[in-house]
């Protein structure tokens, strides 16, 4: 070979530029019931080459070139994908809802805001279950205005509604200040975070028999902010159609799927996903596959399982999850001490997403290198940083997704 060609897979192989297609996998044994302990790698330089599955090439192998291609084939058989080998079907059991104010207070936020809070109640099989959902809404505003919605996977406290305690995780004094309308739920009232055998939370009150391809605890905390935004679409002060979802961590592997199945959310703020979530699998650095699903049994589907120690048999990626988003505004955030989650492996991810927003429009490009800390990149309906420090979910954050809504929700 010469040497400019080598050269060239070797710049190449990281942005699995060489991509192709691959076929629906066999079934592989089991792998959580063999004792697997490789060592984490969070070495560049160990990071296999891999091949990415391509973006916008068919199952059948039929390339997508246009949106309407990707609407009504290539998108729906991505989400398929996903469903059944990642997150989970969510079950048809019919159920009833019903929505209450059952408080009202103009005067929040010393007269700043008005709060809100909503009870979402779900009835089936002689069972129910209520979402909290905690709402402030500017009061200065003179029309409805965008509002994000925080699927908080913390301790309630994190988004106290009373206000008595403030944390940077929701820091809805400086989002009312910015004009935005901030919203919030505690995902435990949906689906309690444990490995309980699904019996409790919404899979004791909607799941009928289970089998490899039922919902996981990740798909029911995304239904449950589909719940919240059935209300929130309703709300007179908000605009239905700039309705921001909100995740950190496993929070923001949630705020993925619930953007990917719910196209009313207009915007996803993807904070530190990592695995399962925003960065690619098959680079194998930091959090894997198999780890995941060993630590977190509850979170996906069956079927995901198969795929710990065993990334080559994927027959996707986590840039096809990010391109469910398309064409509507994207941001991933990363932080540089967060190599658990690796942020590099998220850039790639969201880079690899482009092609789907190309197909609608061609101002959402990203440069092929990975931007500086703090440096947030804005381009078109796409936006990424990666901020200094560990793991976790700041105003820094914030600002920066707030900056990014001015643009593509705010000026819309
Ligand atoms: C664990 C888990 C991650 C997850 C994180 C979180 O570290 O391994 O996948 O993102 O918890 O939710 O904080």
Known sequence: MNKLLKLLIVISLPLGLFAQTKEKPQVPPDTLNQKVDRPINYDEEKVPAYHLPDLLTCANGHKVTGKKEWANIRRPELLELFTTQVF?????TPYQKTIRVVKTDPNAMNGAA??????????????????????????????PVPAFLLICNRAPKNIDFSRIVKSEFWPAEEVIARGYAVAAFDNADVDPDQDDGFKNGIHGLLDAGRSSESWGTIAAWA???????????????????????????????????AGATDARFAMVACNEAGCGGSSLSLRRFGETIYQINRNFPHWFCGNYKYYGENEDALPFDQHMLLALIAPRPL????????????PRGQYLALYH???AY???ETKSGLPEVM????????????????????HN??????????????????KK
């Open 393 to 410: 979910l700041l105003l820094k954050d914030w600002n920066f997704f707030m900056d990014f809504a001015d643009q593509v929700l705010t």
């Open 353 to 355: 997403a482009v092609p």
């Open 114 to 143: 008005t709060l809100k809070l909503i009870d979402i109640t779900i009835v089936a099989q002689s069972k129910s279950l209520t979402i909290r959902l905690g709402l402030f809404t500017p009061n200065k505003a003179t029309k």
């Open 88 to 92: 989970g079907r969510v079950p048809g």
């Open 358 to 360: 190309h197909l609608f």
């Open 223 to 257: 239904w449950g902010a589909s719940r919240c935004l059935d209300y929130l679409v309703t709300d007179k002060n908000i605009a239905p159609d700039k309705i921001a979802v909100v995740g950190h961590s496993r929070g923001a592997k949630t705020a993925l799927w």
């Open 331 to 342: 941001y991933v955030a990363s932080a540089e001490q967060d190599l658990w989650g690796d």
């Open 371 to 390: 931007p500086s800390v703090n440096q947030p990149v804005i381009s078109g309906n796409l936006a990424y940083h990666i901020r200094d420090g560990k």
